[in-house]
């Protein structure tokens, strides 16, 4: 009897260890479902902010290309001034450069900036003898150069 005893108790504690088992099993079932959720929705958050990142980098580079496109069309426009004070540069130049500086303006949505240099340039355009005063070819000079600085400005800010 001592050995059936024995046995019995060795059977119990057995099916103690099995129960344990399936319940410890079973948790680690569940803490396995629950880590490959997580997985998922971590590898669908990092997906979702790859594609944010990707699409303000292009935003960042379409815009950077215009102000770099605005700057030299600002740089256009002061040498095509000094061409117009010395007489190599026509009105037709002045209005292209003035139309190109206002599509640039325009793209950047910053047209209140340029609104004094292009009147300054339309000013010049009216001088049909293109004996253009030194005074206003100085302002513009000087709006030229504070377009510059704003649009410098505004490329910094966005970095």
């Known amino acids: 009897e001592k050995e059936i005893a024995d046995a019995t108790n060795a059977i119990n504690l057995a099916t103690d260890e099995k129960n344990a088992a399936a319940v410890s099993l079973s948790q680690n ?54 061409e117009l004070y010395t007489g190599s540069a026509s009105l037709i130049d002045l209005n292209r450069v003035a139309v190109k500086m206002f599509k640039g303006a325009v793209n950047l949505r910053i047209t209140h900036y340029y609104v004094a240099v292009i009147g300054a340039l339309a000013q010049i355009a009216q001088k049909a003898d293109l004996l253009v005063d030194a005074n206003i070819l100085n302002r513009v000079e000087e709006l030229f150069k504070r377009l510059q600085e704003t649009l410098a400005q505004a490329i910094q800010e966005e970095d």
Do not use: F, P, W
Not at 36 to 65: F, G, H, M, P, W
């Open 29 to 82: 079932q569940q803490q396995l479902e629950t880590n490959v959720k997580s997985q998922a929705d971590v590898s669908a958050l990092i997906k979702d902010l790859e594609e944010q990142r990707a699409a303000a980098n292009a935003v960042y580079k379409r815009r950077n290309a215009e102000y770099n496109e605005a700057l030299n069309t600002i740089n256009e426009g002061h040498h095509m001034l000094q």
